[in-house]
Each structure stands twice: as structure tokens, then as C-alpha cells.
Nanobody, 115 residues
């Protein structure tokens, strides 16, 4: 089982990034997918959630209207489009897959928002 995040980097406030998470080793289309983030000294927080079919999404209040989660089950990939980035969005972003008692994590990709 692998979840590999990519697309992180450094960006100025107001900029955009698109994170990707490529999954392998399990039946991706059966899993709900989440993006979490963790900033230094803070707890990991759920940023966005998408159902297995991709028909429903939920977001943390802090990013609502700026971030969009989506998935392509044919490509076994989940995305997080991040617009209007703020310095407080700086964190390590993690991909998470959940189905029943199965719970998988990626290693994360760093996002830094700074002028």
C-alpha cells in the first residue's frame, strides 16, 4: 500500500498550489479520502474530505471557499487545489485513505506560504 503526495512547495500569499496523492496497493475507489495538515507545534487537522464516489465533499471552516478536493478513481489519485493561500496555510499536508478498519497515510508534502 502506498500513498504518495506531491505538488507542495513555496508560494507567496495569494498564490495557488495543486497537491496530488497517488494511491496504489488497494482498491482506491472503495475508500473515502482525506487531506490533513499539521503545522509545527500544532495538532494534525482535517482539511478536506471526499466520499469514495466523489459525490460529496466537506471542508474545514478555515479553508472553505479557497480549497477544493477532487478525485479521479480511474487514475487512483486525489487532489487538493489550494487558492488564495495564506501564511497560516503553511504546514505539512498528508493524504489519508479510510475504509472500514483500514486507514492509510502518506508521508506528506510541505507547503510554505511566505512573502
Amino acid at each position: 500500500v502506498q500513498l504518495v503526495e506531491s505538488g507542495g512547495g513555496s508560494v507567496q500569499p495569494g498564490g495557488s498550489l495543486r497537491l496530488s496523492c497517488a494511491a496504489s496497493g488497494f482498491t482506491f475507489g472503495s475508500y473515502v479520502m482525506n487531506w490533513y495538515r499539521q503545522a509545527p507545534g500544532k495538532e494534525r487537522e482535517l482539511v478536506a474530505h471526499i466520499t469514495s464516489a466523489g459525490d460529496k465533499t466537506t471542508y474545514a471552516d478555515s479553508i472553505k471557499g479557497r480549497f477544493t478536493i477532487s478525485r479521479d478513481n480511474a487514475k487512483n489519485t486525489v487532489y487538493l487545489q489550494m487558492n488564495s493561500l495564506k501564511p497560516e496555510d503553511t504546514a505539512m499536508y498528508y493524504c489519508n485513505a479510510v475504509y472500514s478498519r483500514y486507514n492509510y497515510w502518506g508521508r506528506g508534502t510541505q507547503v510554505t506560504v511566505s512573502s
